[in-house]
């Protein structure tokens, strides 16, 4: 369904102060955390124009998704900024529209797929996700690709919620809730309400369970159909 691959390898003779982002799987997962990328690497656009004639560019809506080190956290390409990445650390999910940009990340981190790459990943100390693990990786998709718009904007517009109340001042959060869309959320924790969904007409089991895993991981209580 997807080309599942990476990229010509880059040497570490060839990295920059400055010029087209390079990332690493490091990059990637402090990313995930909302933190300040330490020591970021560029590489000349030369040597970008020279590889990416070989091997490609990510295009908006293609996943990366680290494959050492906290294997299985993914990146989602959201603009044409260029960048080139480390191969054989990170596994570049060739997306190509086939499945809506969102829905494909937050599936992603749901318990579905982050179980498999557990259950893949070796019983060694280091565990590894591959490209061949990742050609495999089982993503449940609702049939109406209208439906994975929705739920993938729904978790997009959450997050954002999350970010912007856990920077808010401690004064801040004592106030009264932060209510917006179907969820509200207060400095004790977090709430989404299950009639915020009903507006988005989930009319597919496998959407509804993609739904509460999702959930679930953000500690959030679980929907009822």
Not at 107 to 130: D, L
């Amino acid at each position: 369904m997807m080309n599942v691959t990476s990229v010509k390898r880059i040497h570490q003779s060839d990295w920059t102060d400055a010029g087209i982002r390079f990332i690493r799987a490091r990059d990637i997962v402090a990313k995930s955390k909302n933190e300040k990328i330490t020591e970021p690497l560029f590489i000349s656009e030369e040597k970008y124009k020279e590889y990416s004639a070989l091997s490609g560019k990510v295009k908006i809506g293609d996943l990366l998704v680290t494959g050492v080190g906290t294997i299985g956290v993914p990146m989602l390409i959201d603009s044409e900024e260029p960048l080139y990445f480390k191969d054989g650390n990170v596994i570049w999910f060739k997306n190509e529209n086939k499945i809506d940009g969102h829905f494909f990340y937050y599936s992603f981190i749901g318990t579905t797929i982050q179980n498999y790459i557990k259950e893949t990943s070796g019983s060694g100390t280091v565990g590894t996700y591959t490209i061949d693990s990742g050609k495999k990786t089982p993503i449940p998709l609702p049939k109406d690709r209208d439906e994975q718009i929705r739920i993938g904007q729904f978790f997009f517009d959450l997050d954002n919620l999350v970010t912007l109340h856990q920077r808010a001042p401690n004064d801040a959060q004592s106030r009264l809730p932060i209510q917006t869309g179907g969820a509200i959320f207060t400095k004790q924790g977090y709430c989404l309400l299950s009639s915020g969904f009903s507006s988005f007409r989930i009319s597919s089991r496998k959407s509804f369970l993609i739904c509460e895993r999702y959930l679930r991981l953000l500690r959030l209580p679980p929907l009822a159909l």
